[in-house]
């Protein structure tokens, strides 16, 4: 059975990760057996989940995992799309995860408020006299990861004009159908729906988020996802009025 390297769900979300969440939304489109461990991060072959094993391999990366999954399983997460829908969807799904992705995690973890709020949680475990420097060491990291990828250079007020241009865009081509392409889900839809999810968490104040809560699209397009893929999620998030 595959098993699946997972943070574990926090802050009313399957997963803090968009890209572990992805994942395993690949997984539950595949139809394939899995299990989830929460315990692998020490041991990520790229210091980063989500990884999978699959019996004698291991393939670290969510996209790597994707084209994993289509050699070795022979599953077609785009079945029924053109090549020109293909192209279309994997695009979408990139822009999400090189733009909207960058802007949340530094709202979430450079923002002291809404870093409190949330990624703090992650620490608690640390022993106390030293758990304010792995904080800080963590936080520096983030910072320097935003500064290497290149968002991190922009002020915060043109990161969150790039972001917000990206979810007009998904929004404008979502449109009224109920997943990205059309009627059924297609690959792009595991990272898509996980990045929504993740971005519209009440527990951020973030510019993203208030952006994304003007969308009702995106909103209705995160609840056809947690309703299919995470039911008991949905009726939380629903109790919650999220
Ligand atoms: N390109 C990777 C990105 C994975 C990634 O960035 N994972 C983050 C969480 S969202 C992580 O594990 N960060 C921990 C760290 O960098 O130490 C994928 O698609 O799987």
Known sequence: MITLFTFGPAFGLPDPSPFVTKAEVLLKLAGLEYRRDTTGYCRAPKGKLPYIRDEDIVIADSTLIRFHLERRHRIDFDVGLSRGERATAWAFEKMVEDQVYWAVVRERWLDDANFDRGPRRFFEP?????????????????????????????????????????????????????????????????????????????????????????????????????????????????????
């Open 126 to 242: 640390a022993p106390a006299p030293i758990r304010p420097l792995i904080i800080a060491k963590v936080r520096r990291d983030v910072r320097k990861g935003l500064h290497a990828h290149g968002f991190g250079r922009h002020s915060l007020d043109e990161m969150v004009q790039l972001a917000t241009r990206s979810l007009d865009a998904l929004s404008d081509f979502l449109g009224d159908k109920p997943w990205l392409m059309g009627d059924v889900p297609c690959g792009a839809d595991a990272s898509i729906f996980a990045s929504v999810a993740g971005l519209l968490c009440p527990l951020f104040d973030t510019a993203t988020r208030s952006h994304a809560g003007t969308k009702p699209n995106l909103i209705a397009y995160r609840d056809r996802g947690l309703a299919r893929w995470y039911p008991d999620l949905a009726d939380k998030t629903a109790e919650a009025g999220a």
